[in-house]
Antibody
Framework: EVQLLESGGGLVQPGGSLRLSCAAS????????MNWVRQAPGKGLQWVSA????????YYADSVKGRFTISRDNSRNTLYLQMNSLRAEDTAVYYC??????????????WGQGTLVTVSS | DIVMTQSPDSLAVSLGERATINCKSS????????????LTWYQQKPGQPPKLLIY???TRESGVPDRFSGSGSGTDFTLTISSLQAEDVAVYYC?????????FGQGTKVEIK
């Protein structure tokens, strides 16, 4: 069974930093693209970032480009999101989501349970 | 970016009745080289992460009940729940994966009348 477990969320002041982790199991981690998707409280879904299976290619939403960095450690089956210069509008539940195979890599399945990031003074 | 617009924002349907959700993209998500629509539907129940229901606009994910169906092509798509069950109460999102950034509709909340 595929499992994704996020951690690292919490309360941080504006301008601060946080690193999220997503521990994966139940599949060959290095074979699949991985994503971060966020959901502000009571709001809809926003794709944040993606990384290829090898880690060679990364992609970002304009709203986080230059502030967030996605990475992965395939030896540890773990996905990361380093978040710097955090703003109040980054407050959200952050989900880790596995891309499906090949041309379906932009389809997210499954999703982790999410970790809440709150940016507030 | 491709803008995805769902309608309605919410709907209330009686148990056993049909629920229909529409999704419109600001540009076509039909890829000419493979004639596939790069459009998915997700279900999000309260307090849970989203769950994949349908991809390629009409291909049901394994394990998804056949009362859920997707249709449409190009820029206009529909998710239909043929006979609403109590466990279908959720917010439903469409998403395009035709291009990066992948974008979602604003969501449609389905409730029991």
């Amino acid at each position: 069974e595929v499992q994704l477990l996020e951690s690292g969320g919490g309360l941080v002041q504006p301008g601060g930093s946080l690193r999220l982790s997503c521990a994966a199991s139940g599949f060959t981690f290095s074979t699949y693209a991985m994503n971060w998707v966020r959901q502000a409280p009571g709001k809809g879904l926003q794709w944040v970032s993606a990384i290829s299976g090898s880690g060679d290619s990364t992609y970002y939403a304009d709203s986080v480009k230059g502030r967030f960095t996605i990475s992965r450690d395939n030896s540890r089956n773990t996905l990361y999101l380093q978040m710097n210069s955090l703003r109040a509008e980054d407050t959200a539940v952050y989900y880790c989501a596995k891309g499906k195979e090949l041309e379906l890599r932009g389809v997210f399945d499954p999703w982790g349970q999410g970790t809440l990031v709150t940016v507030s003074s | 970016d491709i803008v995805m617009t769902q309608s309605p924002d919410s709907l209330a349907v009686s148990l056993g009745e049909r629920a229909t959700i529409n999704c419109k993209s600001s540009q076509s998500v039909l890829y000419s080289s493979d004639n596939k629509n790069y459009l998915t539907w997700y279900q999000q129940k309260p307090g849970q992460p989203p769950k994949l229901l349908i991809y390629w606009a009409s291909t049901r994910e394994s394990g998804v009940p056949d009362r859920f169906s997707g249709s449409g092509s190009g820029t206009d798509f529909t998710l239909t729940i043929s006979s609403l069950q109590a466990e279908d109460v959720a917010v439903y999102y469409c998403q395009q994966f035709y291009t990066t950034p992948q974008t979602f509709g604003q969501g449609t909340k389905v409730e029991i009348k």
